[in-house]
């Protein structure tokens, strides 16, 4: 008989699925709370003329702040030697007060002061703030495709902007405040023991007790603030997915799932932080009723030493006011504490992407080709996506220069990894690419990108309008360039029907047009490159047969002088190509052209073939019999 629950387990289950974290996220943490500090403070410290400005204005400020005690010591002490005597309490009036119009100016400086560091600080910790961005976003352009599909974009999202936005909470609201929080304390210490050294002593027997809570607690909240970074970043990532699937969901009426999944998203976070509220909730309360302690001892212990004749009523009255700057800074400890945390597991998960090696890496003395003449030769290629799953097997291709070779074959055979290869989006796990006899990991990633241009399947149009999208491929290109291209292509057609011609919004994703209008932009957008090495990458599927037609008719002319690699399901897409390769398991087991292939009546080539134009009712299964049919009459009469 199973063992009923007790109600604290069932609490403690329910509050570990609330709170559940991926396993990525669970990882140990290899990052020291000074590491951080250091590599993010770096961003500051070049800044060395703006820091040097703040160091003078934060003594400045501190020093014009601790002038109150002094000089209300000052004022008391007057008040006290008031007598009968009309020359001495004119004597002491006056001194009353010229000490209050000192103060009431040093109080406007020392307000003018704050309010000029305040702007200072807001400059320097926002310009730091960008300098990581920036270089977030620069070392994220770097880094290789395998590094996006193995992580959800909005993680990536939230670490540019809501990990960066608490570490400008560090910089701006502690990092640098702390530098005038440390110095007024110094000073305050330095005149409460000129003042009473009895006092201060005793007075210092309670900060190691505030070290000690701090220290206690400091691990576990580091532990909360972990996770909410990590909770965002879920929520984060849900609602992008939501906003670019909607269509999805819509048509599959999944909007009750998501709602689930993001009401799971959001307890978790909820629990975290309500976790870490209750740690907070402890602490603040805790330090006040130390400092309310500090403040007690001061009074009975300070009145005692009046009465003993130890210490005068104004110097208690100073001491007791340059205690509440000693403290003050101390009481702020409590909100840096939480900024401080939530900080370092931002700067955490923002330096685990600065410091994620980009995998695919060119020598220094990385060769840049002017133009690409054409030879391109695959050998002995292999590659796999993850360890012992291979992909592609020993591939052998030599292309001559402005040849067109054609990659078809079932779904998963290897093509789009081949071309993916060739634009070095991943390097080969075995083998190697030449181009021009030179091998790809040899050559400058610019200079080979420059001379290509990819059409995919799945097109991906920018915000702006359909003239932007298209010289997009070429940053420099005339109107007349983009409007010969169109024409050839046959898009200019449907362009001009647009609500505002070339200069329509496509909008993000290019929602405003149709799959097969896209693909016409595209298409015109890698044709207006001229590259050297054109790819398309099943970049008919999407448009209608008379569009494919046009197309058809436009590449006989556009793809003269350049090498095309052409990726298709539909054969009268490749009928044309100088070479036809056809993939299974990752390796080429046809080579030729169409009339070569088709004449192989057991070939895959013309199984494929027939399936598309003789056969084209005939059903996957009933061309898979008829492969494997075929197959075994030719071992048979080997």
Known sequence: MTQKKSRRQRRIERKNRRTDIPEEEQRTWKYKDYVIIKRLFNYILKYKRKITVLFILSIIVSLTGLAFPLLMYRIIGSISAVTDDPLLQNQAWNEIWIASLILLGVVTFNLFLKWIYQRNVANLSLTAISDIRTELFSHIQTLSLKYYSSRPSGKILSTLSNDVDRVNN????????????????????????????????????????????????????????????????????????????????????????????????????????????????????????????????????GSRLVDA????????????????????????????????????????????????????????????????????????????????????????????????????????????????????????????????????????????????????QDTYLFSGTVMENIRYGKPDATDKEILKTTRKLGAHKFIMKLVNGYETEVRERGTLLSVGQRQLISFARALIANPRILILDEATSSVDPYTELKIQEALKTLLENRNSFIIAHRLSTVLNADLICVLENGRIIQIGTHEELVKNKEGLYNHLYEMQFTRPSATFDELEQHIVKERRKKFART
């Open 170 to 301: 560090l910089i701006s609201n502690a990092a640098i405040q702390i530098i005038a929080d440390l110095l007024t304390v110094v000073i305050a210490m330095t005149l409460m023991m000129f003042f009473s050294w009895r006092l201060t002593f005793l007075i210092l027997g309670f900060v190691p007790v505030l070290g000690i809570i701090f220290f206690l607690i400091a691990r576990k909240a580091r532990e909360y603030w972990r996770r909410t970074r990590q909770t965002i970043s879920i929520i984060t990532s849900l609602l992008q997915e939501t906003i670019q699937g909607s269509r999805t969901i819509k048509a599959f009426v999944t909007e009750q799932q998501n709602i689930e999944s993001f009401q799971l998203a959001a307890e978790a976070d909820r629990s975290v932080n309500l976790s870490a509220a209750r740690l907070q909730a402890f602490l603040v309360p805790f330090v006040q009723i130390i400092l309310a302690l500090i403040m007690g001892t001061i009074l009975i212990v």
């Open 309 to 456: 004749g130890d210490l005068t009523i104004p110097e208690l009255v100073s001491y007791f006011l340059l205690v509440a700057f000693f403290i003050g800074p101390l009481g702020n400890l409590v909100n840096f504490y939480n900024t401080i945390q939530l900080a370092m597991a931002a700067g955490e998960r923002i330096l685990t992407i600065l410091d994620t090696k980009p995998q695919l890496t060119s020598p220094k003395d990385a060769v840049y080709i002017d133009r690409i003449e054409g030879n391109i030769e695959f050998q002995d290629l292999s590659f796999s996506y993850e360890k012992d799953i291979p992909v592609l097997k020993e591939v052998n291709l030599k292309v001559s220069p402005n040849q067109s070779i054609a990659f078809v074959g079932f779904t998963g055979a290897g093509k789009t990894t081949l071309i993916s290869l060739l634009a070095r989006f991943y390097d080969p796990t075995e083998g190697r690419i030449l181009i021009d006899g030179i091998d790809i990991r040899k050559i400058d990633p610019e200079s080979l990108r420059n001379q290509m241009a990819i059409v995919l």
